[in-house]
């Protein structure tokens, strides 16, 4: 028998958060999470939680599983359920809204902040705008973010200051399109940065590199950043 | 939003090179310092030891450097953990409302203390 113990909160009949907690048969199979999400729901039917492709490539269930961020859809029990006991709590850090569900704001809106987007303000060629090999391959480990937020909501650096440092997925991000060769737009992306908060307020904890379900690095991200601004004031 | 006009330096960049440039000061002359206490010191050496022009220079740059270090990192400090919302997880709603108050008053008290050590350590070394 699995114990589950789950957060709740519903806002409109709840004072407080409370865990509750579940019995699960298995089966002896090794389910992934979501899946015990999903008989649970069975069970109890006002439980609610994001769900939408279950195979790791939208980033909707971004949860805490035994004290560690990851896709509820790609992590199977057999890797976080320690004496068959499996607490699920929503990624800390953002405002519940009920349940498992958190409110995505603040994240998204650090995202918006480094301009997710090329910005080339040469004449557009007839087809399109060329890259090489070379540089296309300086994307890779960048492009694949999925925007799961478990990395931002594991960094305690944005945890205290989630309206000013743009947090790792932010940053990955920033530095995806600083590095895309087709992007002219380096100098100003760069001094939207050098406040002691954007950037500088990763003090190199590293939870980011070991919750990223995608296996990217945003740590190594941010230093390629901090780079280009000592770079640029040299 | 709270940029360079309390930090230290005028950006994050500035800061955070402060940061490794005195570090790497502070490390020097801890290994100078331990050295010199391992060889052995009585009083006569030591005062030869610190009548020497460059030692002065040396000590002076290493408490201008612990100041700075200081500041930058206390500075961080007290903007990640006295802010409002912290507060309001952390204490009570009490200390939530005055988040702006404490975290001057603790930047004020820092500024204060380095300052007073900065003056007392000339004093100490060019008397
Ligand atoms: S970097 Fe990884 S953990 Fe962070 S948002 Fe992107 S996919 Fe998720």
């Known amino acids: 028998m699995l114990q589950v113990s789950i957060y709740r909160?519903?806002?409109?009949?709840?004072?407080?958060?409370?865990?509750?907690?579940?019995?699960?048969?298995?089966?002896?199979k090794d389910l992934m999470v979501l899946d015990v999400l999903e008989l649970l729901k069975e069970q109890d039917t006002s439980l609610a939680y994001r769900r939408s492709c279950r195979e790791g490539v939208c980033g909707s269930d971004g949860l805490?599983?035994?004290g560690k961020n990851g896709l509820a859809c790609i992590t199977p029990?057999?890797?976080?359920?320690?004496?068959?006991k499996l607490v699920i709590r929503p990624l800390p850090g953002l405002p519940v809204v009920r349940d498992l569900v958190v409110d995505m704001s603040?994240?998204?809106?650090?995202?918006?902040?480094?301009?997710?987007?090329?910005?080339?303000?040469?004449?557009p060629p007839a087809i399109e705008r060329l890259q090489s090999p070379e540089d296309r391959a300086k994307l890779d480990g960048l492009y694949e973010c999925i925007l799961c937020a478990c990395c931002s909501t594991a960094c305690p650096s944005f945890w205290w200051n989630p309206d000013r440092f743009i947090g790792p997925s932010g940053l990955?991000?920033?530095?995806?399109?600083?590095?895309?060769?087709r992007d002219t737009a380096e100098v100003e992306r760069l001094a939207d940065l050098d406040d002691p908060f954007s950037v500088f307020r990763c003090h190199g904890i590293q939870n980011c590199i070991n919750v990223c379900p995608k296996g990217l690095n945003p740590t190594r991200a941010i230093g390629h950043i901090r780079n280009s601004l000592l770079a640029a004031a040299t | 939003m709270v940029t360079s006009i309390t930090s230290f330096g005028r950006s994050g960049l500035s800061d955070w090179l402060v940061?490794?440039?005195t570090a790497v000061i502070l490390l020097a002359y801890t290994i100078f310092i331990t050295w010199q206490l391992v060889c052995g010191t009585d009083y006569q050496q030591w005062s030869?030891?610190?009548?020497?022009?460059?030692?002065?220079?040396f000590s002076l740059s290493a408490l201008l450097s612990t100041v700075a270090h200081a500041w930058v990192g206390l500075w961080s400090v007290s903007t990640d953990y006295l802010v409002e919302h912290v507060l309001r997880i952390k204490t009570n709603e009490f200390l939530a409302s005055r988040a702006n108050l404490l975290r001057w008053a603790f930047q004020g008290a820092c500024g204060i203390v380095a300052f007073y050590y900065?003056?007392?350590?000339?004093?100490v070394l060019w008397s």
């Open chain 1, 9 to 28: 909160y519903n806002p409109a009949t709840d004072a407080e958060p409370y865990m509750k907690d579940y019995q699960l048969d298995t089966g002896g």
């Open chain 1, 64 to 66: 805490n599983m035994n």
């Open chain 1, 77 to 84: 029990l057999s890797e976080t359920v320690v004496k068959s």
């Open chain 1, 106 to 123: 603040l994240f998204y809106h650090q995202y918006e902040k480094v301009k997710p987007y090329l910005i080339n303000d040469e004449p």
């Open chain 1, 172 to 181: 990955l991000q920033a530095w995806r399109f600083l590095a895309d060769s």
């Open chain 2, 19 to 21: 940061q490794r440039v």
């Open chain 2, 48 to 57: 030869a030891l610190f009548d020497q022009t460059w030692v002065r220079v």
């Open chain 2, 118 to 123: 900065l003056v007392w350590g000339i004093q």
